[in-house]
């Protein structure tokens, strides 16, 4: 539970781990190599909480089998879940003195929940303490772009092997991640609104950076490749991620779904709220899927927490438009 320990959060972590070499003003870069979680996870819908605390004043917590070998657990008899293993919590030690609350993410990254941090992935987060004082937790065997209701498949890991290297006086305000083909830029705050806007802003000063190119550029470069995901919007400080190729050529993505289609189901809304438009969007799909499969509305709840998809439209100014998806695919029965 969140108040198990007081102002410290509900996640067990590991760590710190001093970082040889590793002072203020260098960054770590932190690739992972592999990831094993253990055979089992659950996923617990606290009442009153989550992204719609006042739909579901009634909890439930639901456990998993986890078949690493296909890597997939049955969510319910003919739903399955693809497994992606990720830390949901990664982080430095922040420059404030004191105990930590691991619930809210920062420039020290943290409880980042975001998702695209798999096998093969690299995360750079800024040194503020000697010896960088890396930490980890907040295990996930999956976890759908929102964790609509608090919280993921939450799991253990058997293994997390990483590689850690100090890169030496350089600059970064905010944690930027790589994967093979592209980098990742993020927004957190209290507001959803803010953390968008902080989005933007740290992803055109990325792409400035990394392209040598003028900032009008860099937001030209950035709104010509809008992929951008939600991270988490339940945690207290919430978040969004923009995925930037890294190649000019790579093509652009294809526009994002507003109706459904063979392959899924999709909901959207827009609104000047930003969280009020991920509210819409979220309870849409809920009594959408409710109307199509024989579900209660909470276990659906569950399922949107692990497996939907929830992405900003191109945003310049007024209202903001979310597209949400869930893969058909998930019903292994159709």
Not at 31 to 40: D, E, T
Not at 196 to 201: D, Q, R
Not at 267 to 285: F, R
Not at 294 to 309: A, G, P, V
Request: proline share 7%; charged share 20%.
């Amino acid at each position: 539970m969140n108040d198990a320990v007081p102002g410290r959060g509900p996640h067990t972590v590991t760590g710190p781990i001093y970082i040889e070499g590793a002072e203020p003003g260098d960054v770590l870069q932190i690739h992972i190599n592999k990831i094993i979680p253990r055979a089992y996870g659950s996923n617990n819908s606290l009442p009153g909480k989550g992204l719609l605390p006042e739909k579901f004043p009634k909890g439930q917590i639901k456990y998993f089998y986890l078949d690493i070998k296909n890597m997939n657990a049955q969510f319910a008899p003919g739903i399955e879940v693809p497994l992606k293993p990720f830390p949901g919590v990664l982080a430095v030690a922040s420059s404030t003195n004191g105990k930590i609350d691991t619930v809210p993410p920062g420039k020290f990254g943290g409880n980042l929940d975001l998702n695209q941090l798999v096998e093969g992935t690299t995360l750079y987060l800024p040194v503020f303490i000697k010896g960088g004082l890396l930490w980890t937790g907040d295990s996930h065997a999956a976890q759908g772009n929102g964790e609509v209701n608090l919280t993921a498949l939450e799991t253990a890991f058997e293994e997390l092997n990483l590689t850690i290297t100090v890169i030496k006086n350089k600059k970064l305000d905010w944690p930027v991640a790589e994967t093979p083909d592209s980098w990742i830029t993020v927004g957190y705050d209290k507001n959803l609104d803010t953390a968008i806007n902080m989005l933007k802003a740290n992803t055109i000063q990325f792409i400035a950076g990394q392209r040598k190119v003028s900032a009008k550029e860099a937001e030209k470069i950035m709104y010509a490749n809008w992929n951008c995901p939600v991270a988490e919007v339940v945690d207290g400080v919430l978040g969004m991620y923009c995925i930037i190729p890294k190649k000019a050529t790579t093509p652009r993505p294809s526009p994002l779904l507003s109706q459904d289609n063979a392959e899924y189901y999709v909901t959207t809304s827009q609104n000047t709220d930003a969280l009020k438009a991920m509210k819409d969007a979220t309870w849409k799909m809920i009594t959408k899927i409710e109307k199509d499969k024989e579900m209660t509305q909470l276990d659906i709840y569950s399922l949107l927490s692990l497996t939907m998809d929830c992405r900003l439209a191109p945003y310049t100014t007024g209202a903001k438009e979310f597209h949400c998806i869930v893969s058909k695919n998930l019903w292994v029965n159709n």
